[in-house]
């Protein structure tokens, strides 16, 4: 049988009809590893969750627990608990999640004290960075209503020390439409920008001339009482490598940069089977790094919607992977068949390497 490149912590093959979305990794304050996934696709009802633990540093994996009712979910620490935060289901409610046993045992989300953060559904989001500034607690949606080129982005925000479950201790920020006609702003990522002030960095595909472009991110800035986003046009709308498909950007103390993984576009964009590391000083200009993984077919083979963390030098990424698998493959490059882990060894380095 064919295998992917990394290690395999889960495999649903394409005639399950069951694709495997939404990566999510973390490292636990006693040194193992948490991931977490959802499945999509006709063989499932856009709600089931899925968590694995490693205690050997990722070289093995082992499935801790799985329930319904949590889908593009972030994983976040916080208090000593661990959290998970995204929607009930396809556009649902938003929601979060406790467990205080790393990850067995879930909290039930049913009500606004309980975990159901917002009072409608229709939320969109993914693994994203939930980070912690001013002594807030802050991530990003988007409301999936209309055209998704006209999704609103929102930002939700919560004080450090508050009941997290509780939805009255959340502020939503003023949906901001920014009606695009050119592309799309989704999965967006909080981070704080070299001002010290928050950005909030989406994803964007717009259409220039006609055709779609890759490559593209647009830069959302927040008030300083998470309430108000602004966006100013043309200087925020930048060229970013892979941000045409879902990133994750985070900052790095000992680099002084801000690092992603995303997958480079080419001529069709929306392809995936390019993965690529890349940094900035500032989140405007951005350098790719390393090719980190590649494939020569992009209909049938694909590694994104990655999620990454800082272990020591390493880099650490979990990768939703459309690869062959001796059981027909993967039903597209977009509809992926396993979850795989990788190591970037040295990832400050010109000599870095993939694992």
Request: with cysteine; aromatic share 10%; glycine share 10%.
């Amino acid at each position: 049988m064919s295998s992917p490149p990394g290690t395999i912590v889960a495999h649903s093959p394409a005639s399950s009809e069951a694709y495997i979305g939404s990566p999510a990794l973390l490292i636990l304050p006693d040194g193992s590893y948490v991931a977490s996934h959802d499945f999509f696709g006709p063989g499932t009802d856009f709600d089931e969750y899925a968590v694995y633990r490693s205690e050997n540093r990722g070289q093995t994996w082992s499935k801790i627990a799985g329930f319904i009712g949590q889908w593009w979910s972030s994983l976040f620490l916080h208090g000593g608990d661990l959290y998970t935060i995204g929607t009930t289901r396809e556009y649902g409610y938003a929601v979060i999640r406790r467990s205080t046993d790393a990850g067995y045992t879930w909290t039930d989300a049913v009500d606004s004290s309980t975990g159901i953060l917002s009072p409608t559904d229709r939320y969109h989001c993914a693994p994203v960075p939930v980070i912690e500034h001013e002594n807030r607690i802050w991530t990003a949606y988007e409301i999936a209503l209309g055209r998704r080129p006209h999704w609103p982005a929102t930002v939700a925000s919560a004080p450090v020390g508050a009941d997290l479950l509780d939805a009255g201790n959340w502020t939503w920020a003023e949906p901001y439409h920014h009606h695009r006609s050119r592309g799309q702003w989704i999965e967006g990522n909080m981070v704080v920008g070299p001002d010290g002030r928050l950005v909030n960095v989406l994803r964007s595909n717009p259409r220039v001339d006609g055709k779609r472009v890759g490559d593209r991110a647009a830069l959302v800035h927040v008030s300083c009482d998470g309430k108000r986003l602004t966006h100013n046009a043309p200087a925020d709308e930048i060229h970013m490598p892979g941000g045409g498909v879902k990133f994750t950007i985070r900052f790095d103390i000992d680099s002084g940069r801000y690092w992603t993984l995303g997958s480079k576009q080419t001529r069709p964009a929306a392809v995936r089977n390019t993965l690529v590391l890349a940094s900035s000083a500032d989140l405007r200009k951005w350098t790719v790094e390393q090719t980190l993984l590649h494939h020569a077919d992009p209909a049938h083979h694909g590694f994104h919607y990655v999620d990454w963390v800082v272990e020591g030098d390493d880099l650490l990424f979990l990768s939703r992977t459309a690869f062959a698998d001796g059981l027909g493959g993967a039903h597209t490059q977009h509809d992926a068949n396993y979850l795989t882990f990788h190591r970037v060894l040295d990832f400050r380095s010109p000599d870095q390497s993939v694992t």
